[in-house]
């Protein structure tokens, strides 16, 4: 495991679910803590279970692991991330919108790639 002797500034576990991202990342962000690192393990998955791993409640706020000098967990709900920011566009959206915003007050924004993937599948093209 190299990336755990020499890492770089970011690590991504990132797979469909139930690949074990979380059961290698938990001990990977645990490794490099003990090696003096500071570490943030951020989950991003709805079903998180790292305060299972930690047994301990970690939550939607950075939170320090007492059992391990230099780790902090944060499990970010990704829900109220999207409604948070739902409401911070809609604050913004007084003159006019930009497409995320429109797209966050319930119209659409498909980038135009995605247009053309769904026309080709209809099309055949």
């Known amino acids: ?14 797979g469909k679910g139930g690949v074990c991202k979380t059961s290698i990342a938990c001990p990977a962000a645990l490794r490099l803590a003990v ?12 079903a998180s279970n790292v305060s299972q791993v930690f047994n301990m409640a970690t939550g939607n706020r950075i939170t320090p692991i007492p059992a ?38 319930g119209g ?4 135009s790639g995605t247009s053309r993937r769904r026309a080709s599948a209809r099309t055949g093209r």
């Open 1 to 14: 495991m190299n990336f755990l002797t020499n890492p770089r500034r970011f690590l991504f576990f990132t």
């Open 35 to 46: 090696t003096e690192r500071r570490v943030l393990l951020v989950s991003t998955d709805p």
């Open 68 to 105: 391990v000098p230099g780790l902090d967990a944060f499990e970010i709900d990704p829900q109220a991330a999207a409604q948070t920011y739902r409401n911070r566009c809609s604050g913004q959206c007084a003159g006019g919108c930009h497409p995320p915003c429109r797209a966050s007050r």
């Open 108 to 111: 659409s924004v498909v980038g």
